[in-house]
């Protein structure tokens, strides 16, 4: 399966941006990149995917490099309820439907 | 739409005991998906259903760990003889089939202890 690295945490300040690494060196060309992160004591949620274009929608951006080899989430305005753990995963498909492999992820703390 | 959900939330049980989840995926959803996460880990996939076929099973899912979705809606994870290690939440996701993005949605999952 191939794999992403992501730093272990990450801190920053309420209503600034937040910016997540995550580093997928051996991603083929039909991988794609999907996000989800985990709240406390929650199952994890769906955030963005994106191929090779960077995507927006109204819970984050993801901007993916040109080579496919890194991406990275962006929230625009953090608030205390994105304090997460945000998994960066490479969509793994069985006869067409997704296996997610799931890292280690990031521990986003937010301060007030 | 309810979400996913699982039950029971929680349970505790003593080593060698069978024990058995279930998960009731979101309607119409086709695509059921169990997972295991430890503490401070990711979720590790074990099983996925499309419809009432089991169609891969991770080799973290050991004989003792028998997964069913005899009618295609909800799904039962059992585990038998239960050992300490087993100790894990587990997670059911569906998702249904729909060209590009095949989101899942996740439920809160059953927290298992095994003392």
């Known amino acids: 399966d191939a794999k992403t690295t992501q730093p272990n945490s990450m801190e920053s300040n309420e209503e600034e941006p937040v910016h997540l690494p995550c580093n997928h060196s051996?991603?083929?060309?039909?991988?794609?990149i999907h996000w989800y992160r985990q709240l406390p004591s929650q199952g994890p949620e769906y955030v963005i995917h994106?191929?090779?274009s960077n995507v927006n929608n109204r819970m984050a951006s993801l901007a993916i490099a040109e080579d496919r080899k890194s991406s990275t989430l962006i929230l625009h305005r953090a608030t205390l309820r994105d304090a997460a753990v945000y998994y960066c995963i490479l969509r793994y498909l069985i006869q067409g439907a997704q296996k997610l492999v799931f890292g280690q992820g990031t521990r986003l703390t937010i301060n007030p | 739409d309810t979400g996913v959900s699982q039950d029971p939330r929680h349970k505790i049980t003593k080593r060698g005991q069978n024990v058995t989840f279930r998960c009731d995926p979101i309607?119409?959803?086709?695509?059921l998906y169990w997972y295991r996460q430890t503490l401070g880990q990711g979720p590790e996939f074990l099983t996925y259903f499309q419809n009432e076929a089991q169609l891969e099973k991770s080799r973290l899912l050991s004989d003792r760990f028998s997964a069913e979705r005899p009618k295609g809606s909800f799904s039962t994870l059992e585990i038998q003889r239960t050992e300490q290690g087993d100790s894990a939440m587990y997670l059911c996701?569906?998702?249904?089939?729909?060209?590009?993005?095949?989101?899942?949605?996740f439920g809160p999952g059953t927290r298992l202890t095994v003392l």
């Open positions: 051996t991603i083929s060309g039909t991988d794609y």
């Open positions: 996701a569906s998702s249904r089939r729909l060209a590009g993005n095949n989101e899942q949605f």
């Open positions: 309607s119409e959803h086709n695509r």
């Open positions: 994106g191929l090779t």
